[in-house]
């Protein structure tokens, strides 16, 4: 056991297909900062593994995307990126195409995120 009482593994991840677009939109050589906004769709997967099945959850679930963020170049090949993202499920019943088979899940956070930068 650890400090959430019997949990005893949980995880997130996400694959998702992200669309960004960064300001100035085209090409840009050496030292530079572009800033970006990013949004997506794609799949959120929680698995929580507690002492009991009772307790246990494993959900793979669609989900989205959207956060902003900023590209910073300092050579013609090499820079940084960080940005801020916030991912949330989707319920949804695609058996059904009326107006209630969709809403928004109860899964959702914020995430942080840096990176190399290799062009």
Request: proline fraction near 3%; charge should be neutral.
């Amino acid at each position: 056991p650890n400090v959430y009482g019997d949990i005893v593994d949980n995880r997130v991840w996400d694959l998702m297909g992200n669309v960004i677009v960064g300001i100035p939109v085209g090409g840009q050589r050496g030292w530079g900062v572009r800033p970006y906004v990013t949004g997506g769709v794609g799949a959120i997967n929680t698995k929580i593994v507690g002492g009991t099945a009772a307790s246990s959850l494993d959900n793979t679930d669609f989900g989205y995307n959207f956060g902003a963020g900023v590209n910073g170049y300092f050579s013609d090949h090499f820079g940084l990126r960080g940005d801020f993202r916030y991912f949330r499920t989707v319920n949804a019943d695609f058996t059904s195409l009326n107006s209630n088979s969709f809403g928004e899940g109860q899964f959702h956070f914020w995430r942080f995120g840096v990176g190399l930068l290799i062009r």
